[in-house]
Structures are given as structure tokens and as C-alpha cells.
T-cell receptor, first 114, second 112 residues
């Protein structure tokens, strides 16, 4: 079974631009979550989608948005990029295990804003 | 906001030594997971524990969930260079809520 696929792996953007990142979850997984990882803040939750609906949202400004398509693929968009948006953006598809939820991560998209 | 504090933040030991990494919170979690992340890659799930007091073993790694479901530990026996990486704990705050809260991370380096 293929894992979580994120594209692109690397991006360099200029301040003020916008960017769209893509995530294809593991086949059959309907829940997709997005995280931002930086050395200073660690892994921060952005939002979660399930069956095309946003189910949870983290504490990020409105410049960060996302969506999920009927095939469970998800995109996140960051508008008006700032230098501080430079980070590794991780997508995870999730699956229930007993009473828990397990996350399976993609390799991430390394975004550099210059 | 439920926080997960990991300690130590950094750990560097010689190959063959044993080590323990801790994950602590003042809040109760319905389940807790451990992940390992290598540079430039996404975290990889190692284990999930869901019952207070539960102990799971994965080869040389032993994971324990605290009785009160507020803490967890990861013990590595006879560490090897392949164990090097960033170890993250993550918890689900309550049953039915699938949002995962990640710990602050422990960066482990095993010196050959």
C-alpha cells in the first residue's frame, strides 16, 4: 500500500507570494491533518479534514487555509507569505486503532520564504 | 491547551548504553503515541498505547503509559547508531477527539 505522498518536496518562494501544497493520503484513509514544523516551535497543528469538511483547526492566521477533495486528497494554501512561514509542512493521514487515532506522515514539503 | 513536555531535550550517548526519554503532561490523554523522525523526513509511528499502565516492547525499545494516563516513557536498551533521530510523543486529549497534540521532542544522538 502506498504511503502518504506530499508534493512538492521543496519550494522557494518570495515574501508576499502565495503557495499551494498537496497531499495524497493512504488509500482508504479519509482523514488528513496538516502540521507546521519549525526548530523553535516544534510540530504545530494547522487543521484537519474529514470527508471534505474541516473538523479541527489550530491557532494559525487566516492566511493558512486548506481543503479536501472527494478522493480524500488535500491541499493547503498559504497566502501573503512571510519569512516566518519557512518551515517543514507535514501532512498525515489518520486511522483508528482501538480507541486511538494513529497518524501516518508524508515526507513533508520544505518551504523556504526569502 | 494540553501540553506534552519531553525530557531531556537533547541526549547524546555512546553506542551500547541504555537511555530513557520522558513525556509528561498535567492533563489526561486517552492514548499516546511515539514517533521517530529523521532529518528531512516525516515522523514515523513507533507505537500506540491506550491503557493506563500499558507496556509495549518493540525489539530494544520499551514504551510505558503511566497509570494516570498523564505521562509516558521510552526506554532503549543497548542503543545503536540507527536509533539516532528526533523522538516525539503525541497524545489524543479525549475519547472521540482525534486531534493529536505533539510533545516538544527529544533529539537523540548515538555515537558509534
Amino acid at each position: 500500500k502506498a504511503g502518504v505522498t506530499q508534493t512538492p518536496r521543496y519550494l522557494i518562494k518570495t515574501r508576499g507570494q502565495q503557495v499551494t501544497l498537496s497531499c495524497s493520503p493512504i488509500s482508504g484513509h479519509r482523514s488528513v491533518s496538516w502540521y507546521q514544523q519549525t526548530p523553535g516551535q516544534g510540530l504545530q497543528f494547522l487543521f484537519e479534514y474529514f470527508s471534505e469538511t474541516q473538523r479541527n483547526k489550530g491557532n494559525f492566521p487566516g492566511r493558512f487555509s486548506g481543503r479536501q477533495f472527494s478522493n480524500s486528497r488535500s491541499e493547503m494554501n498559504v497566502s501573503t507569505l512571510e519569512l516566518g512561514d519557512s518551515a517543514l509542512y507535514l501532512c498525515a493521514s489518520k486511522l483508528k486503532y482501538r480507541s486511538a487515532t494513529e497518524a501516518f506522515f508524508g515526507q513533508g514539503t520544505r518551504l523556504t520564504v526569502v | 491547551t494540553q501540553l506534552l513536555e519531553q525530557s531531556p531535550q537533547f541526549l547524546s550517548i555512546q553506542e551500547g548504553e541504555n537511555l530513557t526519554v520522558y513525556c509528561n503532561s498535567s492533563s489526561v490523554f486517552s492514548s499516546l503515541q511515539w514517533y521517530r523522525q529523521e532529518p528531512g523526513e516525516g515522523p514515523v509511528l513507533l507505537v500506540t498505547v491506550v491503557t493506563g499502565g500499558e507496556v509495549k516492547k518493540l525489539k530494544r525499545l520499551t514504551f510505558q503509559f503511566g497509570d494516570a494516563r498523564k505521562d509516558s516513557s521510552l526506554h532503549i536498551t543497548a542503543a545503536q547508531p540507527g536509533d539516532t533521530g528526533l523522538y516525539l510523543c503525541a497524545g489524543s486529549p479525549n475519547f472521540g477527539n482525534e486531534k493529536l497534540t505533539f510533545g516538544t521532542g527529544t533529539r537523540l544522538t548515538i555515537i558509534p
